[in-house]
C-alpha cells in the first residue's frame, strides 16, 4: 500500500504539470483604422493638388516648374550663367516669406544661416534651396506633407496647411574638404 502511494504520489507530480499554452488576443484588428487614414489622406492630397492647379492656372503668365519631389516653382529672378548650387554641407544665407494657400502671410522677410541637410528646415524648402543659385528668387507652392505637414510649426502654422514660399539665395559658402 504504501509503494502504491508513493507511485502515486510520484505520478501526480510528474503528469500534473502541462506545457504552457499560447493565449489567443481578446481583440483582433482588421487594419481599418490604416485604411481610414489613408483614404483621409488622399483626400487631403487631391484636394490641395486641385487647390494649387488653381492658383497655376489663375497665373498664365508664370512658367511654373512640377520638381520630381512634389512642388510646383517659378522664378522670380533667374540666372542664366552656370555658377554654384547648394551641396550637401554648404552654408547657405538666404530670405523667405511664407503665406499660406489663400496669399495671407504668416511669416515675413525672414533671413536665415542654414548648413544644407545638416540642420532642421522643412523638407520641401530644404529641397527647393538645392535648385537654386545664388541671387536667385523663386516661389515654391508646397502641399502640406511637403511643408509641416500634421503636426504644423507649433506657432502660426496650422495642421495640413499648403504653403506659398518665396525665396531669394543670398549666398553660398562651400564646405571645405
Not at 504539470?17 to 484588428?29: D, F, G, I, T, W
Request: aromatic share 12%; hydrophobic share 35%.
Amino acid at each position: 500500500m504504501k509503494n502504491l502511494l508513493v507511485i502515486l504520489f510520484f505520478s501526480l507530480v510528474c503528469f500534473s504539470c502541462k506545457s504552457p499554452e499560447a493565449r489567443l488576443p481578446e481583440s483582433v484588428q482588421s487594419g481599418s483604422f490604416l485604411k481610414a487614414s489613408a483614404e483621409r489622406n488622399k483626400k487631403l492630397n487631391e484636394h490641395e493638388h486641385e487647390q494649387i492647379q488653381n492658383i497655376i492656372k489663375g497665373n498664365p503668365d508664370k512658367n511654373y516648374i512640377a520638381s520630381e519631389s512634389g512642388f510646383w516653382y517659378y522664378y522670380n529672378t533667374k540666372i542664366e550663367k552656370d555658377t554654384i548650387r547648394a551641396q550637401f554641407g554648404d552654408v547657405v544665407d538666404f530670405t523667405f516669406d511664407v503665406s499660406n494657400i489663400e496669399g495671407e502671410e504668416i511669416y515675413a522677410n525672414i533671413n536665415k544661416t542654414y548648413i544644407m541637410d545638416k540642420e532642421e528646415l522643412f523638407t520641401g524648402l530644404r529641397e527647393g534651396l538645392k535648385l537654386l543659385k545664388p541671387t536667385e528668387t523663386a516661389t515654391f507652392i508646397f502641399p502640406s506633407q511637403k511643408a509641416f505637414g500634421y503636426y504644423g510649426d507649433e506657432h502660426k502654422i496650422g495642421t495640413n496647411v499648403p504653403l506659398i514660399c518665396e525665396v531669394t539665395l543670398n549666398t553660398i559658402t562651400q564646405k571645405n574638404d
